[in-house]
């Protein structure tokens, strides 16, 4: 399934977007965001800024520069949160727009072992423990 770009939320930077998650930073040709769930401690999402469906329609450089952000970012988020492991999840059956989620696993924490929850909405923060986590990822990105 094929999205239209003008119906994107990713593209189009709208409501719905922002009610999910929160724009951390710019990186080479992508976007990382704060997932405002945050079940799993410093769940981040990294969006390709072009609108392609899926890693195998870019081109090797553009593949790469999008691989080295998704690495930035975990290489961030183990810094800043110490997870044992980060989840890695790129799915788009459903919105048509490359981004991989990156959820954090920790051993006492939810879902360890398994695979992460898409959006269990149970973990809600206030404004500044987002700004929090947020100021985590970026010093360390």
Known sequence: MYSNP??????????????LMIQIAELRVSRVFLFKEQTYRGRCLVA???HVNDLNELSDDERNAFMADVTQVTRAMQKAF???????GAYSDKLSHLHFHLAPKYVDGPDYGGTFQMNPGKVYLSDEE???LIDAVKANL
């Not at 003008?6 to 009610?19: F, I």
């Not at 110490?82 to 890695?88: A, G, L, Q, R, S």
């Open 130 to 132: 987002y700004q929090q």
């Open 48 to 50: 390709y800024n072009g």
């Open 6 to 19: 003008a119906d994107c939320l990713y593209c189009t930077n709208n409501e719905t977007l922002h009610n």
């Open 82 to 88: 110490n997870p044992e492991k980060i989840n890695y």
